[in-house]
């Protein structure tokens, strides 16, 4: 083993070989004796303070670099943080880029939870002599339909259903057409103020609308006596 004390400069290559012992063939230390720097016969580098890199830094070429000017840094893999991350300046992704959060309870904005199913309508339906289809709601984004509640206010006094579905263009909305639930599914002669949950359709493009779509109710016939509230929740896709 050699020691080195106080400066000693080298003009040319500095090369140390490892002789077999132990596996520290280069070991720096501060005046107290304390390792501030090694590196293995493997070429492992541990350093014991703080390093301080002037130029630009980079690992495997462009795995991970830091552009030294700036101190923009990028990480070409995945990047796995066990603690809390603060973009003090914001976050932009870039276009055709997502962002996804598993738990969707965990999405805040100033401490409020994002809601997932926002209310799209809740209209009431009032008894008309003549009237079997009512337009509920049109579409500016493409959402889809999530739940679809329906409340009696007052039962119609006979058998009467209704069903919501979706409709484009200019087109009469249609029971048969696009149901966004079991056709008919709406008891509208049900007791009064029990909510009636609807089961969706299993076929999604039923439910999902694009601008402009609109979301309506279909009767089967008049509701001349009766009433309800029809509730209806989506989302954002």
């Known amino acids: 083993m050699s020691l080195f004390r106080g400066e000693r400069p080298f003009t040319g290559?500095?090369?140390?070989?490892?002789?077999g012992g132990p596996d520290n063939p280069l070991v720096v230390r501060n005046s107290a004796g304390t390792v501030v720097w090694s590196i293995s016969s493997a070429g492992a580098e541990s350093t014991g303070g703080a390093d301080n890199v002037v130029g630009n830094f980079s690992v495997a070429t462009n795995k991970f670099t830091v552009a030294a000017a700036t101190g923009n840094t990028v990480v070409g893999g995945t990047l796995g943080s066990t603690g809390l991350i603060t973009a003090s300046a914001g976050i932009t992704l870039p276009t055709g880029q997502t962002a996804t959060v598993t738990d969707a309870d965990k999405l805040l904005v100033g401490g409020v939870i994002v809601p997932q199913a926002n209310v799209l309508v809740e209209a009431p339906i009032l008894l008309h002599a003549t009237k079997v289809i009512y337009n509920l709601f049109v579409a500016r984004d493409a959402m889809q339909v999530t739940h679809i509640d329906y409340t009696p206010h007052i039962a119609q006094g006979g058998a009467l259903t209704a069903t919501v579905v979706k409709a484009t263009g200019t087109a009469t909305p249609?029971?048969?057409?696009?149901?966004?639930?079991t056709a008919g599914g709406i008891d509208l002669n049900a007791a009064a103020h029990t909510v009636q949950v609807k089961t969706l359709t299993v076929t999604t493009a039923?439910?999902?609308?694009?601008?402009?779509?609109?979301?309506?109710?279909?009767?089967s016939g008049a509701m001349t006596v009766g009433s309800g509230l029809v509730s209806i929740r989506g989302k954002r896709i």
């Open 13 to 19: 290559n500095l090369d140390i070989q490892h002789d």
């Open 174 to 181: 249609a029971s048969a057409t696009t149901p966004m639930h």
């Open 206 to 219: 039923d439910l999902q609308l694009a601008a402009g779509d609109r979301i309506a109710l279909v009767l």
